[in-house]
């Protein structure tokens, strides 16, 4: 299990997230998996995307957590970064899923379209997921 490498387990995109005081769970308020934009460019209102990332084998030392999203074309319209760390001789439990939102400002829409949002630790990408912005002009999708 040690040289296993660091896995996604989730991406997902909210309006807002609430840690919870006491238990430290997670609540994610207005989850979607779509942008319906009345116009473009289109500025996004401030949103959470939430990374479950789980295996992690360091202790003593932080680790770089970057996400980006992407056009098509693998231009960076968006990033931030964060770092997860263990405290020194204290292994993280194998069944640990570490939870991280990035909260996401200033996120610009020059176009409909497919966007990608990827997940690097240390340097590495672990994960990635796609996502749609649609003019509201587009049919509903009805699941």
Not at 104 to 129: K, L, M, N, S
């Amino acid at each position: 299990m040690e040289n296993e490498p660091v896995v996604i387990q989730a991406i997902l995109l909210s309006d807002h997230v609430i840690r919870e005081a006491g238990s430290n769970k997670l609540s994610l308020i207005g989850c979607f998996a779509v942008w319906n934009a009345s116009f473009f460019p289109f500025p996004a209102p401030k949103f959470v995307i939430t990374t479950f990332i789980g295996n992690f084998r360091k202790c003593g030392v932080e680790v770089v957590v970057t996400l980006r999203i992407e056009t098509t074309n693998k231009h960076v319209i968006w990033s931030a970064m964060g770092k997860v760390g263990f405290p020194p001789n204290q292994q993280p439990p194998p069944e640990l899923l570490v939870e991280i939102p990035f909260q996401a400002q200033g996120v610009a829409f020059a176009e409909p379209g497919r966007y990608t949002i990827r997940v690097i630790v240390d340097g590495d990408e672990i994960g990635q997921r796609d996502f749609y912005v649609r003019p509201l002009t587009a049919p509903t999708l009805h699941l």
